[in-house]
């Protein structure tokens, strides 16, 4: 572990990428070790820039990646790019690869791409996608991208692990605001329409006034300064508008922390992360105990053949987790009792 955490801190890749590696994996060994790797890289204090990315299906998310990553990886930057892809029900790897789909960029020698896959998790990222952020600050990187399989009711998740969020968008007729969640609009620092070029231009400035309109409806956030959020046209494939993105991004993220937003919204995902992972550890925590693994199989039985409502069997397995609980309490409070009694006609003796 040491040699690896040595390796992130020196910039290594391969180093880098063996780690993602270890906090993606389920085992329980594994799980120990790289919350020790996590706490050692966390002192370390660095931090990047970290933005977060979800778009309609065919906005041309991973094309105004690659263009937006090789336009900072040529002006020196170092750009992580975190691509959480949808999981095969059967194997649970990832379906897309967004590696073969920004091969200029997973070339380019300021770059890493990581695809992962979301392992049926809700909420756009994967479970552990928090640490490989983490493991990539530690590992020096200015800028980390966060992209999201996609966008719907639950592809919020990445705005709690991310400094600044963007929605990338396709051009889209008078109906163009039915086709995303008003959730996701809300949370948006920037609404970029994307393919603003050829045929498409007219109806991307459409579109752009649309939603300009509509981020006018929503109250005003107090992380954000005058003019924000706000909508943007873009073009991925010929670079339109890429430089002025990047102005505002960098514009937003100094106003921010300036202004001490920044710090409160690390100290508002922190609180996120933990609460996150005490959830995910209860529901491990149920498999471990094997009077309620045994009811909790049984029951998925019993739904299976019809025999018990889902709710029900839900809320059987809820008042069986409750009653060992309760009964381990019970226990734990008698043997402190016991401890500390004297039995009558021993004490003194020798």
């Known amino acids: 572990m040491k040699a690896t955490a040595e390796g992130i801190l020196a910039g290594n890749l391969r180093s880098l990428a063996k780690a993602i ?9 594994h799980r120990a070790e790289a919350r020790a790797l996590l706490s050692r890289l966390r002192r370390s204090g660095r931090q990047a820039l970290r933005l977060g990315l979800t778009g309609t299906p065919g906005s041309g998310k991973s094309t105004f990646i690659e263009r937006f990553g090789l336009m900072l990886a040529d002006q020196g930057q170092r750009v992580a790019v975190l691509a959480v892809d949808p999981s095969s029900a059967l194997s649970g790897g990832s379906i897309l690869g967004d590696k073969t789909r920004m091969e200029n960029l997973s070339r ?3 770059a890493f791409i990581r695809p992962s896959p979301s392992q049926s998790a809700v909420g756009g990222v994967s479970q552990r996608t928090r640490d490989a952020v983490g493991l990539c600050e530690a590992a020096g990187f200015d800028i ?10 639950t ?9 600044i969020f963007i929605l990338l968008l396709a051009p889209a007729g008078g109906d163009a605001l039915q086709g995303v969640k008003r959730g996701v609009i809300e949370l948006a620092d920037l609404v970029l329409v994307n393919k603003c070029d050829g045929d498409l231009a007219s109806n991307a400035r459409q579109a752009a006034a649309e939603y300009s309109a509509a981020l006018k409806l929503f109250r005003k956030r107090e992380r954000d300064p005058e003019g924000f959020p706000k909508t943007m046209l ?18 937003l993220a100094m106003w921010r922390r300036d202004s001490g937003h920044w710090t409160d919204n690390r100290a508002r995902q922190a609180v996120s992360w ?16 094997s009077g309620i693994a045994k009811l909790r199989a049984d029951l998925a039985d019993r739904v299976g053949e019809g025999a018990v409502d889902p709710d029900e069997a839900a809320q059987k397995l809820l008042a069986g987790f409750r009653t060992y609980i309760e009964s381990r309490d019970r226990a734990s409070a008698l043997e402190t009792d016991v401890s500390g009694i004297q039995t009558p006609g021993i004490r003194g003796r020798k």
């Open 155 to 163: 592809e919020t998740q990445v705005e709690q692990m991310s400094d």
């Open 21 to 29: 590696t270890l906090v993606e994996s389920r085992l329980p060994d």
């Open 234 to 251: 873009v073009s991925a494939r010929d670079g339109i508008g890429l430089e002025a993105c990047l102005q505002e991004i960098q514009a």
């Open 274 to 289: 933990f609460e996150s992972e005490v959830d995910a550890g209860m529901l491990a925590g149920l498999e471990e105990i």
């Open 144 to 153: 980390v991208i966060i992209e999201t399989v996609g966008v719907g009711q």
């Open 108 to 110: 380019h020698p300021n």
